[in-house]
Each structure stands twice: as structure tokens, then as C-alpha cells.
């Protein structure tokens, strides 16, 4: 049986927790974050870790997941988008 952890996205609106593989990437936790809230502008946002100084960091989408705790972040907002 495949080996599963549990890991932790943090959105403006909820905590979110996922039991994935631990061949998961961050492009296939990404897609379950988003089907999970019902996002479909999916280009504005990210998956960010702090990383062993607590400095921010963006996943890399085709590596495996290894933290254990993710926050569902605005990767980019036009600025046409932020007047509405």
C-alpha cells in the first residue's frame, strides 16, 4: 500500500487538509486545492511554503510535495483587476 501524509493548505477562508501520496507534485495538490474551493482563475495563485529560514517560498509544480504545511496565495493580480 502506497505511503500517505497529511498536509495543510491555508486560504484567506479555511483550512484545508489533504492525504496524498508521497509521489504527490505540487502541480496535482494545486489542481485539488482549487477543485476543492471551487476556483476557475486559477492563473492569479500559487502554493507557498516558509522554508527552513521562514522565508516564503513558491512550489515548484512538477516536484514532489515535501512540506506538510501550504498557503493558497495571489501568485499575480493585473492591476486593472484590483480598481473592480
Keep these: 500500500m502506497p505511503k500517505s501524509m497529511n498536509v495543510r ?3 484567506m477562508d479555511a483550512e484545508l487538509e489533504f ?3 508521497h509521489t504527490t ?3 496535482q495538490l494545486f489542481d ?5 474551493i471551487g476556483l476557475r482563475e486559477v492563473w492569479f495563485f500559487g502554493l507557498q511554503y516558509a ?4 522565508d516564503l517560498t513558491w512550489i515548484k509544480l512538477y516536484k ?3 512540506r506538510l504545511v501550504l498557503f493558497f496565495l495571489f501568485l ?3 492591476p486593472e483587476q484590483l480598481s473592480h
Design 9 to 11: 493548505v491555508t486560504t
Design 51 to 54: 522554508d527552513s529560514r521562514g
Design 32 to 36: 485539488q486545492t482549487v477543485k476543492t
Design 25 to 27: 507534485t505540487g502541480k
Design 64 to 66: 514532489k510535495v515535501r
Design 76 to 78: 499575480y493580480c493585473p
Design 19 to 21: 492525504a496524498i501520496q
